[in-house]
């Protein structure tokens, strides 16, 4: 019988971290010698909780910090007391973030002040403008200098770390881990179909007209972008050939916004934030995605869906480079020329359909299992 002889703290608080941080936690949690410690902050409540069910995924500490209207001053506060007293009741030998959101920055923090060694999943990921993503670009720019294992999914991201002067030895390419848990997740609705069973509706309505998937959620788009990206979304919905499907993120500055500007257009189907399974489904019903996501980028060509990106800058430029996305900020009269452009020319739209998908091959999480079991006993 293997003896647990290292301990490891995950800690996530948001959708996104969840989808990415299950394979890690699964793969982890089947590495002999290792003890794993999970602890979300509840950064998004309702939408953390879709991800945890249908992952099977029950925290051993949830902190439940979300409060209405956080400013991100109070939120960092709260996070750091919280996650930090975590920290000390669990005592582990090493604590594992994800990506660039702020519990992934002030988990790291935490566990620097007391000198935990730090690994950071989705290391790497640069846009160069750190207002775009706002405040991501710099929360992942924190996490960098103070962990000592960087799991980037690319090497356009390992290169950006070299780049600060991060040690090359500490940084490992292993691809990106949502693709293990699109992958995983999709074999799970081809056997079980009844998991994504509520757009079934959806796809009877929609019949025959080409599906737009939109998400959109970006801090920096609130406002003058958002009120944009409505405007382009009505005119788009206006095409008798095209429906628009858009699971509506739950932020005030987003539902005010697209309440006042889109009524109940019959093309539009404005829904409640869909569960993993499901969104995986409408991607696969989509013919095409708009989206100010960042892992959307990843999620869309992995299932060969062209994406167009409602920012000015992204910091996965793989996509762009491979031709399966395109950046197209929020001008609506832009918004509304690409999408035309990809419903009316079929070359465009096979070329960004048929684009490589660079993000990965759905063994990341293994490879970061193995590269942290190694770490502790390199011999």
Request: hydrophobic fraction near 45%.
């Amino acid at each position: 019988m293997t003896q647990i002889r290292k301990k490891l703290f995950v800690v996530f608080g948001t959708r996104p971290e969840a989808i990415k941080l299950f394979p890690v936690v699964r793969a982890l949690s089947s590495t002999p010698g290792l003890a794993v410690t999970t602890c979300v902050t509840a950064q998004h409540r309702g939408l953390l909780d879709q991800v945890l069910a249908i992952a099977g995924l029950t925290p051993d500490i949830d902190l439940d910090l979300m409060t209405p209207g956080q400013s991100l001053d109070a939120l960092t506060a709260r996070l750091l007391t919280g996650i930090g007293s975590a920290l000390d009741s669990a005592r582990p030998d090493r604590v594992i973030v994800q990506g660039d959101t702020a519990t992934a920055m002030v988990g790291a923090l935490a566990a620097y002040y007391r000198k935990i060694p730090i690994s950071h999943v989705e290391a790497g990921l640069r846009s160069g403008d750190i207002y775009q993503p706002w405040p991501e670009e710099v929360n992942r720019r924190i996490v960098a200098p103070i962990a000592d294992q960087h799991f980037a999914p690319t090497d356009t991201a390992a290169e950006a770390l070299r780049a600060e002067n991060i040690p090359p030895a500490s940084i490992h390419v292993t691809g990106n881990t949502v693709i293990d848990a699109l992958l995983a997740t999709r074999e799970r609705i081809a056997a079980d179909p009844s998991l994504a069973a509520g757009l079934d509706s959806i796809a009877h309505r929609f019949a025959g007209k080409r599906i737009v998937l939109v998400t959109t959620h970006r801090r920096e788009n609130f406002g003058g972008g958002m009120s944009a990206i409505a405007d382009a979304l009505r005119r788009i919905a206006a095409r008798p050939d095209v429906a628009i499907l858009f699971p509506v993120h739950p932020n005030p500055n987003v539902v005010s916004v697209m309440d006042a500007a889109l009524g109940d257009q019959p093309n539009i189907a404005r829904i409640d934030p869909l569960d993993y399974p499901h969104f995986i489904r409408a991607l696969g019903l989509a013919h095409l995605v708009l989206s100010d996501s960042g892992g959307v980028q990843e999620e869309a060509p992995a299932l060969g869906k062209p994406v167009l990106v409602m920012r000015e800058t992204t910091e996965r430029p793989e996509g762009i480079a491979a031709g399966t996305a395109r950046l197209v900020g929020t001008d609506a009269e832009r918004i509304v020329r690409e999408v035309g452009r990809l419903l009316d020319d079929g070359d465009a739209y096979a070329a960004m359909a048929r684009a490589h998908n660079p993000f990965g091959d759905g063994h990341a999480a293994t490879r970061i299992a193995d590269i942290i079991r190694a770490g502790f006993d390199p011999g």
